[in-house]
């Protein structure tokens, strides 16, 4: 079974930093790309970053680039996302996603349950 | 970066009813396109990639079209357990703004 679990959430004030991990099991995760989605309260999902199966390619959306970094370690089976001078839109629930597979068609599949980041003075 | 234009924001309609949420993408997309229903409290689900492929175990009722710019989700039978929140996709990339399906 499929699973991803995401920590490293939490209270953090403007201008902060903290880090995002995604721990996943089930499957071989060095075989799969894999993104960092948010959602703020009431709002709609964003997309926030991609990274291939060995980080040669690596995408961010324009509200988090040059700010954030995302990076994996395939020996550990981990995803991160290490977010830097944090804004109070920056305010989510994020989710790590896996893709459906492993070549081709490569949409977000498989969900953790998400990690709350609060950006508030 | 391309953005992605849901319309309707809302839409009200009844069990039994075929509805039609559409996506538009800024720029040709090629077929790079998915849809994902939300219920409140919980992580999306996916329904449709590479435009109009149904994820496995995903009900017949829904099905995708398009190409390019343009792509439309259609729930043939609207039933109880599809009153929820669609977005849709451009991968890896932007989710368009959703579209609410409520209760008429």
């Known amino acids: 079974e499929v699973q991803l679990v995401e920590s490293g959430g939490g209270l953090v004030q403007p201008g902060g930093s903290l880090r995002l991990s995604c721990a996943a099991s089930?499957?071989?995760?060095?075989?799969?790309?894999m993104n960092w989605v948010r959602q703020a309260p009431g709002k709609g999902l964003e997309w926030v970053s991609y990274?291939?199966?060995?980080?040669?390619?690596?995408y961010y959306a324009d509200s988090v680039k040059g700010r954030f970094t995302i990076s994996r370690d395939n020996a550990r089976n981990s995803l991160y996302l290490q977010m830097n001078s944090l804004r109070v839109e920056d305010t989510a629930v994020y989710y790590c996603?896996?893709?459906?597979?492993?070549?081709?068609?490569?949409?977000?599949?498989?969900w953790g349950q998400g990690t709350l980041v609060t950006v508030s003075s | 970066d391309i953005q992605m234009t849901q319309s309707p924001s809302t839409l009200s309609a009844s069990v039994g009813d075929r509805v039609t949420i559409t996506c538009r993408a800024s720029?040709?997309?090629?077929?790079?396109l998915a849809w994902y229903q939300q219920k409140p409290g919980k992580a999306p689900k996916l329904l449709i990639y590479?435009?109009?492929s149904l994820e496995s175990g995903v009900p017949s009722r829904f099905s995708g079209s398009g190409s390019g710019t343009d792509f439309t989700l259609t729930i043939s039978s609207l039933q109880p357990d599809d009153f929820a929140t669609y977005y849709c996709?451009?991968?890896?990339?932007?989710f368009g703004q959703g579209t609410k399906v409520e209760i008429k």
């Open positions: 996603a896996r893709a459906l597979h492993s070549s081709g068609s490569i949409p977000p599949r498989f």
């Open positions: 590479d435009a109009s």
């Open positions: 996709q451009q991968y890896p990339g932007a």
């Open positions: 990274i291939s199966t060995s980080s040669s390619v690596i």
């Open positions: 720029q040709s997309i090629s077929n790079w």
């Open positions: 089930g499957f071989t995760f060095s075989s799969y790309s």
